[in-house]
């Protein structure tokens, strides 16, 4: 039961969320099998919404939240209040699958339960545009230092073969002060445009502070990973600056091959760039342990 609320008011509550547009109340028997739902089934279209009496609950539910849902089932069964909402992947006709909250008590004598669902789809939608955001550079639009670490972490730790580069633009204070900040914005962004045009749509790009981005380079050995850093390299010199031919821009570039952890890896490709950049720039240096 949710509360301690009398036979009347249960029955009020009920009747006033069947007549909303987005929940969804059921009635199920001790087995999980409908004996009843509001007509907020149909207004949400979902998978049996002609004829849901004596159809099981699961039916509902994407098969990989079913043992979130038996779990609280079962618990409302033993006179628990369970864990509270829980979200959940819903199957509606069309086959989409849609993201609700549910949440299971008991019915009177413990006879059955009673299920609340409502939809939390724009809700789900905000929170993901506001992650994508968070992870997202908004100059250049590539993932950010946050996102970026997050991504070496993930492939260091599940053993993935692969390398990380760095690349710096040299001189990218003189390009701000000779050129502006608009002028510098161009040439990151020009910078993020040439290294979608010739990296793999395997590759994960980012720009992780100022002039310097970080590309992870899953599955590349060393000879593809110098290859396709040093064609950056090259193309990046064969541009002119900001539509000025009088300048042209160079990135210097440090090479690592993923190690056991995403510290390492990083270090050494710090310290390669570091080593691209003491040697003349405009260059690839690959770190010491490849």
């Given amino acids: 039961m949710w509360g301690t609320i009398s036979p009347g008011e249960c029955s009020a509550l009920y009747r006033l969320v069947a007549t909303s547009p987005t929940d969804l109340v059921v009635k199920t028997d001790r087995r999980g099998r409908i004996v009843h739902a509001t007509a907020g089934s149909s207004r949400l279209g979902m998978a049996f919404a002609g004829d849901p009496v004596g159809?099981?609950?699961?039916?509902?539910?994407?098969?990989?939240?079913?043992?979130?849902?038996?779990?609280?089932?079962?618990?409302?069964?033993?006179?628990s209040m369970g864990g509270g909402w829980i979200e959940v992947l819903v199957v509606a006709q069309d086959g989409a699958e849609r993201w609700m909250e549910m949440k299971l008590g008991a019915l009177p004598e413990r006879n059955g339960a009673l299920c609340m669902m409502r939809s939390i789809e724009d809700r789900r939608?905000?929170?993901?545009?506001?992650?994508?955001?968070?992870?997202t550079d908004p100059l250049t639009g590539l993932t950010n230092r946050a996102a970026f670490t997050r991504m070496l972490g993930h492939l260091v730790e599940s053993g993935a073969p692969g390398h990380l580069a760095l690349f710096d633009l040299d001189h990218f204070r003189t390009i701000n002060l000779r050129h502006g900040h608009s002028g510098g914005d161009r040439v990151l962004i020009a910078f993020a445009r040439l290294l979608r045009t010739l990296l793999r749509a395997d590759d994960i790009l980012s720009r992780i502070d100022g002039g310097t981005f970080g590309v992870l380079l899953p599955d590349a050995d060393q000879p593809r990973a110098i290859a396709a850093c040093q064609r950056v390299v090259e193309a990046l010199g064969e541009m002119d600056g900001a539509g000025r031919t009088e300048h042209r821009f160079t990135a210097s570039g440090g090479i690592a091959p993923f190690h056991i952890c995403a510290d390492t890896t990083l270090r050494e490709a710090e310290l390669a760039l570091l080593s691209a950049k003491s040697r003349g720039r405009a260059r690839?240096?690959?770190a010491r342990c490849a």
Wanted: net charge negative; glycine share 2%.
């Fill in 125 to 135: 939608s905000l929170e993901n545009r506001l992650f994508v955001a968070a992870m």
């Fill in 284 to 286: 690839i240096e690959q």
């Fill in 55 to 79: 159809r099981h609950i699961l039916e509902l539910i994407d098969p990989s939240f079913a043992d979130i849902v038996i779990a609280e089932h079962s618990a409302a069964m033993a006179g």
